[in-house]
């Protein structure tokens, strides 16, 4: 059955409690019931880890190989300055979809330059929420891609 990891980075546990005219009302256990609910709507399994800490976040990267087939990362302010999860996401060789609630190019210039970027499959942002599910399918729609592409091969 196909895995995939949901990765929340800094400050996403505080989704729905602080700046709800910025990031809205719905907290990030409700997201993550819902990516829970969509797995099982596909078939698929579903992990949600999130952590402030960005060790913590490369090592659940590193431990995601061999346990999950696609990670879905928001990565918080960590999008703009990490080489290290950039990094990390390359050396794991798992197909990463970036997500963000808001639009960030959108945004505070400094928010339109993203480290992870270069290492992701593609990036979904500006949907709030519902880019979670949106997520989730599209990775699965590449997963099933790169299968087919395996077995013409
Ligand atoms: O739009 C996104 O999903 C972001 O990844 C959110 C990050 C921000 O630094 C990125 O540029 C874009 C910030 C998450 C902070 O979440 C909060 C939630 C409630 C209250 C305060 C912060």
Redesign the pocket.
């Known amino acids: 059955m196909t895995s995939l990891l949901i990765l929340n980075?800094?400050?996403?546990n505080?989704?729905g409690?602080?700046?709800p005219e910025?990031?809205g009302h719905t907290t990030l256990a409700e997201i993550e019931d819902t990516c829970r609910q969509v797995a099982e709507d596909l078939g698929a399994r579903v992990d949600c880890v999130q952590s402030n800490h960005e060790g913590v976040l490369i090592d659940a990267i590193h431990a995601a190989r061999g346990l999950h087939d696609g990670i879905i990362l928001?990565?918080?302010?960590y999008?703009?300055t990490s080489i290290a999860l950039m990094d990390a996401i390359s050396s794991a060789e798992i197909p990463m979809i970036e997500?963000?609630?808001?639009n960030?190019h959108a945004?505070e210039e400094f928010?339109r330059k993203s480290y992870i970027a270069r290492v992701a499959v593609g990036q979904i942002?500006g949907f709030g929420p519902e880019g979670y599910p949106l997520a989730m399918r599209a990775m699965m729609v590449h997963l099933a891609k790169i299968s087919e592409n395996q077995h013409d091969a």
Do not use: E
């Open positions: 980075g800094p400050n996403l505080l989704l409690q602080r700046q910025v990031y928001n990565a918080g302010a999008t703009h997500l963000h609630l808001s960030i945004r928010r942002c």
